[in-house]
């Protein structure tokens, strides 16, 4: 029974020697030729929208008051600012940034300050098996993962200023003034605009839809033709932005501003480094900037394990901050506000990997722990006595065995060598 004990003790004592260890690359602890993996980082892929608007001049010279405007609004759809942009500058140029359709999707990056090896070279290692599985840029996964694509993608809404023109132009019909010696009745639109009390006695959806697509068409030739041109372009900056490990939570981040003589982004110059965009400009004033937020939950997942650091050799897996991640604009209108996890705000946990196999699956996207299996064999009285002559060498061994004692040793290993000879040639007649 004391051999027994003894033996277990010994087995409790080799156990975190067994155990597989995983080391932290540094610049002074390079791997070499070691099995490797390396966690991931968060970035954000952002697409922003930004629309050049040209006003052409229409035809009319007419110099309309202030007070004519409003009429004019309501019958036509006149915009007073455009029209009178459209005639001091021609052509007249102006950009903004398309809010509702910013684009912010989350994706994952190597984090080149997160690489673990393994050291084949260990004592007690040589009978383990490790096995990954790699994603991209060598960032560590295993089995199957979906990922939820959190964009903010608004389809830009809105209904033409000639739906209500429309509107109007039908609940004045037959009361409208004749009288086109007047400045704000002009018979081109007003005729345009009546063609639309057709669209009610149709019945046939398709006829309908054919009808009204060719009377806007109409409508809105014979305005730019009269008052102003509108011409669009858009065109879509798409750049990456990867937050540092010490990117302050809970305090606004200014990311870039809009340069709207120019119609450029101008991003934080203190961001440049964290900034993947072919070209840009950058500039140290952040006013009036485009913001980000990282509001912290209040309740995290961190704040109930111990942090990893390089004197634990467990295995080490991503535990993110879950945050909100919020956009607003210079006026502090909310522009993108989702939920996120950011790896590189958050700490590394580990696992005190003291059995003999552990299969695990981590997320592509954040490194985070998503299934883990631990296999290890219980120590059974069977184990026990097949080390317990290991024991007993390791007690006489610490106190010197007698002569009688290691003849007797030699004899019992001739006996093993005999039966193993005989138990060979069995095998090799059957």
């Known amino acids: 029974m004391k051999l027994k004990l003894l033996s277990l003790l010994f087995l409790a004592a080799l156990a975190p020697a067994m155990a597989q260890e995983y080391q932290h690359a540094s610049a002074s602890k390079k791997i070499n030729g070691d099995q490797a993996y390396m966690l991931p980082k968060a970035a954000l892929n952002i697409e922003v929208s930004i629309d050049k608007t040209t006003l052409v001049p229409g035809s009319l010279k007419t110099v309309y008051d202030k007070d004519q405007f409003p009429l004019l609004k309501r019958k036509y759809g006149v915009d007073f600012e455009k029209y009178n942009n459209s005639r001091s500058k021609n052509p007249y140029v102006t950009y903004s940034i ?12 190597p984090d080149y300050s997160k690489i673990y090896y393994v050291n084949p070279k260990a004592k007690w290692n040589k009978n383990q098996v490790v096995s990954f599985t790699y994603g991209a840029d060598g960032i560590l996964t295993e089995g199957e993962s979906s990922v939820e694509n959190k964009t903010f993608d608004i389809v830009v809404k809105g209904l033409s200023g000639l739906s209500a023109i429309v509107g ?31 669209l009610e006695d149709q019945i046939n959806y398709d006829i309908y839809k054919d009808l009204k697509k060719r009377y806007e068409k109409e409508y809105s030739a014979i305005f730019a033709d009269l008052f102003y041109k509108e011409k669009k372009e858009t065109k879509a900056v798409k750049f990456i932005y990867v937050p540092s490990s010490s990117t302050p939570v809970n305090t606004p981040v200014p990311l870039f501003k809009f340069d709207n003589a120019k119609g450029e982004l101008v991003f934080n110059n203190a961001l440049q480094s964290q900034i993947i965009i072919s070209e840009a400009i950058f500039d140290s004033n952040t006013g009036s900037s485009y913001n980000l937020y990282y509001d ?26 879950s945050v909100f991640l919020k956009l607003t604009n210079p006026k502090a209108k909310i522009l993108y506000y989702e939920p996120a996890k ?14 003999e196999k552990l299969i695990f699956q981590l997320d592509p996207l954040t ?60 095998l090799e007649i059957q």
């Not at 950011?342 to 059995?355: D, S």
């Not at 106190?399 to 000879?421: H, N, P, S, Y």
Request: aromatic content about 4%.
């Open 342 to 355: 950011i790896p590189q705000l958050g700490i590394v946990g580990f696992t005190n990997t003291r059995k």
């Open 168 to 198: 109007a132009a039908l609940k004045d019909a037959g009361t409208q003034s004749t009288d086109y010696t007047i400045p704000t009745n002009i018979k081109e639109l007003d005729e345009a605009l009546l063609k639309f009390n057709t």
């Open 98 to 109: 398309a809010e509702d359709s910013i684009k912010i999707n989350l994706k994952s990056m």
């Open 296 to 321: 912290k939950l209040s309740e995290q997942q961190s704040d109930y394990y111990t942090p990893r650091s390089d004197s634990n050799t467990g295995f080490a897996y991503n535990i993110p901050l």
């Open 367 to 426: 490194g985070e722990l998503k299934k883990l299996s631990i296999e290890g064999k219980a120590i059974s009285t069977d184990q026990t006595g097949s080390v317990s002559p290991l024991v007993t060498d390791i007690i006489a061994t610490a106190k010197g065995d007698t002569d009688a004692t290691k003849l007797e040793k030699e004899v019992k290993q001739l006996e093993m060598e005999i039966k193993k000879r005989n138990l060979l040639k069995e």
